[in-house]
């Protein structure tokens, strides 16, 4: 089955509105990434983070590594938030493992 | 921050053509990486690349698929001879730098007619 599960597949809010994205992973961790991928395809790298909590402007990154589970926060949601959100395993074979996606859209 | 750069952003071809894509890693960084992404669907790891040599490859890499960064300049894919379900986007990445992060370059979308 899937290495790395995101939920949810999508998710519509009015701006100003909060987002919690989770990610849960099956086998071991060295590192998790979240990625943002704009609607032209283009990624961007939001955190690197393995474990515990990182913040970063209106996202905080949450990985929980005897849980399986890795979440980003977005806070006061704007529509330039929308995109897919991606996030990435790496289990120790220098290779990252991408869910499918959560696709983001917020409208004003 | 750190940047790949992807040349060309969009390549057409012929099915049976060969193409190459082109990658600039960020300089000081030492991992290479091909990942495919066909429209809409997920970002699946095609191969990895470390001091000259392939270290793993998922069975997405074809026996059509080689890769190779000679004298330290492009990072390159090549698909010899392309086949229509090779279209998608191609992304390079690499990493190496502190806290091991991959960047992504921003793709080249390959149409194969």
């Known amino acids: 089955g899937q290495q790395v599960q995101q939920s949810p597949a999508s998710l519509v809010l009015q701006e100003g509105e909060n987002a919690e994205l989770q990610c849960n992973f099956s086998?071991?961790?060295?590192?998790m990434q979240w990625f943002y991928q704009r609607p032209g395809g283009s990624l961007v790298s939001l955190f690197y983070?393995?474990?515990g909590t990182k913040h970063s402007g209106r996202l905080t990154s949450t990985t929980v590594i005897k849980e399986r589970r890795s979440s980003l926060h977005i806070s006061s949601s704007q529509t330039t938030d929308s995109g897919t959100y991606l996030c990435?395993?790496?289990?120790?074979?220098?290779?990252?493992?991408f869910g499918e996606g959560t696709k983001l859209t917020v409208s004003s | 921050g750190p940047k790949v750069l992807q040349i060309p952003s969009h390549q057409i071809i012929d099915m049976g053509q060969m193409v190459t894509l082109n990658c600039d890693p960020v300089?000081?960084?030492?991992?290479f990486y091909w990942y495919k992404q066909i429209l809409g669907q997920q970002m699946e790891f095609l191969v990895n690349?470390?001091?000259?040599?392939?270290?793993?490859k998922s069975k997405l890499f074809k026996d059509q698929f080689s890769v190779e960064r000679p004298d330290g300049s492009y990072f390159t894919l090549k698909i010899q001879p392309t086949a229509l379900e090779d279209s998608a986007v191609y992304f390079c990445?690499?990493?190496?730098?502190?806290?091991?992060?991959?960047?992504f370059g921003a793709g080249t979308r390959l149409s194969v007619l």
């Open positions: 300089s000081n960084h030492l991992y």
């Open positions: 086998t071991s961790l060295n590192s």
């Open positions: 983070n393995p474990s």
């Open positions: 990445a690499s990493s190496g730098g502190q806290e091991n992060t991959l960047y």
């Open positions: 690349f470390y001091n000259g040599k392939v270290m793993e």
């Open positions: 990435a395993l790496e289990g120790g074979s220098a290779k990252l493992i």
